[in-house]
């Protein structure tokens, strides 16, 4: 696997935080890199294509998908936001994205999900792939629907996804949540790397966490992706633990989804 290379892979959202990180990693991974977004990605590197689009325009994301042999999808709107921001970026724009790929047959997908499709179990209850999602806002919402639509696209044409529920991905933990949620960014890397190049993935759902002490989520029904995270938030213990404790009702401190459990309602004031 560590050879494997893909001809040209598409990176959407590739502007994010995320996306940013990821632009240098992803690299050894395809010989073309074509990277997209809606921001300014400035000049394009050695192995590196840039073609802007919103996600919204279905023709635009056609021409995107087209010539591409795989999508690492980390596009849309990526905090808690009011339903028509959602609606155009991540519940359109998915459509329009696996709309392409079948199109252009493109034949795996690495979808960016979130632990918001799960964001309104409380801490400490222990959940797997087939536990009942109970997103916590229009953003959890909008990732269920991706999922849900990786999953018909499967099915009915054969277009395989990984989707990545991702935790807290940052270059530290911050908070006492985050010992629990948080994702590498080198664990973030080579997860997807597993999940581009794992052969007969169907529409697999994985939880994107590495190997911290305390965990929520069982990633049992993702083991043929053979993902062996290689770091965890346990260095970072002593020093959040240090920091004064939220009250024990605070979101963060009550749900899997922390503070998104309590963001909006959006437009009450029109």
């Not at 893909?6 to 990693?25: F, H, P, Q, S």
């Not at 609606?87 to 034949?107: D, S, T």
């Not at 999922?147 to 990545?164: C, K, L, N, P, W």
């Not at 083991?223 to 938030?233: Q, V, W």
Request: glycine share 10%; aromatic share 8%.
């Amino acid at each position: 696997m560590e050879d494997a290379q893909i001809g040209r892979l598409l990176l959407t959202g590739a502007a994010g935080g995320l996306g940013r990180v990821l632009r240098e990693r992803l690299k050894p991974m395809a010989k073309t890199l074509r990277l997209s977004d809606v921001q300014s990605l400035g000049d394009p590197r050695p192995g590196e294509e840039i073609q802007p689009c919103d996600l919204s325009d279905k023709q635009a994301v056609d021409r995107l998908v087209q010539g591409c042999d795989a999508v690492v999808h980390m596009g849309g709107v990526s905090v808690e936001r009011p339903f028509e921001e959602i609606l155009e970026a991540n519940i359109k724009g998915v459509f329009h994205l696996y709309e392409a790929a079948r199109r252009h047959q493109v034949r795996r997908i690495v979808f960016a999900s979130s632990n918001h499709t799960i964001g309104f179990y409380r801490q400490g209850e222990r959940l797997d792939a087939q536990t009942p999602t109970r997103p916590d806002g229009y953003y959890g919402l909008s990732k269920v629907y991706g999922e849900q639509m990786a999953s018909f696209y499967h099915d009915r044409y054969g277009i395989e996804t990984v989707s990545i529920r991702i935790g807290t991905s940052v270059a530290e933990p911050a908070d006492r949540r985050a010992l629990h949620t948080w994702l590498s960014f080198g664990d973030l890397t080579e997860l997807i790397r597993r999940s581009l190049f794992t052969p007969d993935v169907g529409h697999t759902v994985v939880f994107g966490m590495s190997d911290n002490r305390d965990v929520w989520w069982d990633n049992r029904l993702a083991a043929h992706l053979a993902y062996a995270p290689a770091d965890s938030s346990e260095p970072f213990r002593a020093g959040i633990e240090a920091q004064p404790a939220p009250a024990a009702d605070d979101p963060v401190m009550v749900y899997q989804g922390g503070v998104f459990t309590a963001r909006g309602p959006f437009g009450d004031a029109d």
